[in-house]
Structure formats: structure tokens, C-alpha cells
């Protein structure tokens, strides 16, 4: 099993600011295969980037992703005040795995 | 539009099974996986299993071999997730969502075990 483990667990920022989520893995496996989602109190999770770089229907450019082989990571370019949720990362190969999440949270 | 339509919240005594259905609509079923994840309380995202409506295939998690069943019913494009067995610890929201990975999500169904 592929285990994500993201860090900081709680990112402090204000509105504006730029945000970089880590999502590191056990081991190696393609970017093709690697996805973020957003989560809000008492929401089902919502799907934000996929493979290489897609964004889902109605994500904004202020999201993007970069990495590769184990280390990955997710940027919120200018942190809107919509954007103070819960990241997840995963892989969705044939056995997926999720992240344990990082807080985006309002300093 | 896109809906995924879940069952609503059950309560089981430990040691019983339950099964939550996905009502799919607004595209076709056998054109997408089901995903099957679930959040305790106040926890992170577990990957569940899926299945592809299409053949019949499924893949679950390690964890739940032998303890979770997944089925779909292409008549009425509806998935189900049966888990047997329950404990306290599978206390927690199942969402059902499409494809890999999901882009639509179901509202959610909460299972409460509980004596």
C-alpha cells in the first residue's frame, strides 16, 4: 500500500497569501495518478486537480500542482477567503490511498 | 446534471451488517467506476473499494476483504456497499462518487454502531 502522508498538518494564513500543501509518498508512482480534493464542514469532499495538472470543471488557475515520484505538492497562488477547507491528496491507482488532510485555516 | 442520490443514516448494533445504496443520475452508469469512501468523526478520507458497473469488477481495501460486498444494478443505476460484521470503529459517513478519481460526490450516509 502506497501511504501519503501531507504536511504541515495546519497551515495559519491570511487571505492573499500564497499557500504550499506537501504530499509525500512510501513510493514512487506516476503524477498521472496523483489528486487533490478540497472539504468543508459537513461537505463531501470536492475534486480540484487531477493527473498532470487537470483542473476540474470549475476550479480556478489559482490552483495548481507540481512534483513528481514521491513529492508532490499543491500551491493556492492568492488565498481566497473560500479557500479555508481541508486538502486532501491521493492516488488513485488500483489500490488508492489518501493523504490524512492539511488545514488551510484563517490566521 | 450529475447526481449521485445516497440511502439515508442507520444505526446497527455491533456484530450486524449494513448496506447503503447510491441512486445514479444524469449520465450513464456503466460508463464510470463507483468509489466508496467513508470519514469517522471528525477523521480523514478512507478508501472504501470500487466497483466498474460495466463488468461486474470490484477492488476494496485490505482492510475490508472479506468484509465488504460491492454490487451495482445497472437496471436502476444503483450501487451498494454491504459491510458485515460492524464495530464501533466503522461509525462513520459512506460516500458513494463516480469515476476514477471521483468527480461527483453522493450527500453522504451516516452509519452509527452503537449498542
Known amino acids: 500500500e502506497i501511504v501519503l502522508t501531507q504536511s504541515p498538518g495546519t497551515l495559519s494564513l491570511s487571505p492573499g497569501e500564497r499557500a504550499t500543501l506537501s504530499c509525500r509518498a512510501s513510493?514512487?508512482?506516476?503524477?498521472?495518478?496523483l489528486a487533490w480534493y478540497q472539504q468543508k464542514p459537513g461537505q463531501a469532499p470536492r475534486l480540484l486537480i487531477y493527473g498532470a495538472s487537470i483542473r476540474a470543471t470549475g476550479i480556478p488557475d489559482r490552483f495548481s500542482v507540481s512534483g513528481s515520484g514521491t513529492d508532490f505538492t499543491l500551491t493556492i497562488s492568492r488565498l481566497e477567503p473560500e479557500d479555508f477547507a481541508v486538502y486532501y491528496c491521493q492516488q488513485f491507482g488500483w489500490s488508492p490511498t489518501f493523504g490524512q488532510g492539511t488545514k488551510v485555516e484563517i490566521k | 446534471q450529475v447526481q449521485l442520490v445516497q440511502s439515508g443514516a442507520e444505526v446497527k448494533k455491533p456484530g450486524a451488517s449494513v448496506k447503503v445504496s447510491c441512486k445514479a443520475s444524469g449520465y450513464t452508469f456503466t460508463a464510470y467506476y463507483i468509489y466508496w469512501v467513508r470519514q469517522a468523526p471528525g477523521q480523514g478520507l478512507e478508501w472504501v473499494g470500487w466497483?466498474?458497473?460495466?463488468?461486474?469488477?470490484?477492488n476494496s481495501a485490505q482492510k475490508f476483504q472479506g468484509r465488504v460486498t460491492l454490487t451495482s444494478d445497472t437496471s436502476i443505476s444503483t450501487a451498494y456497499m454491504e459491510m458485515s460484521r460492524l464495530t464501533s470503529d466503522d461509525t462513520a459517513v459512506y460516500y458513494c462518487?463516480?469515476?476514477?478519481?471521483?468527480?461527483?460526490w453522493g450527500q453522504g450516509s451516516l452509519v452509527t454502531v452503537s449498542s
Open positions: 462518487a463516480r469515476d476514477r478519481p471521483p468527480d461527483y
Open positions: 513510493q514512487s508512482f506516476g503524477s498521472s495518478y
Open positions: 466497483i466498474n458497473p460495466s463488468s461486474g469488477d470490484t
